[in-house]
Nanobody, 130 residues
Framework: QVQLVESGGGSVQAGGSLRLSCTAS????????MAWFRQAPGKEREGVAT????????YYADSVKGRFTIYQDNSKDTMYLQMNGLKPEDTAMYYC???????????????????????WGQGTQVTVSS
């Protein structure tokens, strides 16, 4: 059973940094597509970044390019999202997602579509004040 647990959220001022973690369990981490999505109040869940678990291919939404970095520690089955230069518009609940469909793997996990991922964590809140 796939389980994903996020941590690391909090409240920061604009320009600050946070690092989110997502620890996976219950399945073989390698060769899954791992993703960070976020959902602000009243808005749809949107893709932030993806990475191939065990690999190096990454993908970023335009809104976070140059500010956020997705990376992983395969020995810990853990994915991270380093967020620098945070803006108030980054305020949202951040979710970790995972899946391993042929469609995703053929695209090197590049996706900002919530429907591509079946497995989700409970989310961690990020609040950025101006």
């Amino acid at each position: 059973q796939v389980q994903l647990v996020e941590s690391g959220g909090g409240s920061v001022q604009a320009g600050g940094s946070l690092r989110l973690s997502c620890t996976a369990s219950g399945y073989s981490y390698i060769n899954y597509c791992m993703a960070w999505f976020r959902q602000a109040p009243g808005k749809e869940r949107e893709g932030v970044a993806t990475i191939v678990a065990g690999g190096g291919s990454t993908y970023y939404a335009d809104s976070v390019k140059g500010r956020f970095t997705i990376y992983q520690d395969n020995s810990k089955d853990t994915m991270y999202l380093q967020m620098n230069g945070l803006k108030p518009e980054d305020t949202a609940m951040y979710y970790c997602g995972a899946d391993r469909t042929a469609s995703l793997l053929l695209r090197s996990c590049r996706s900002n579509y919530v429907g591509d991922f079946r497995y989700w964590g409970q989310g961690t809140q990020v609040t950025v004040s101006s």
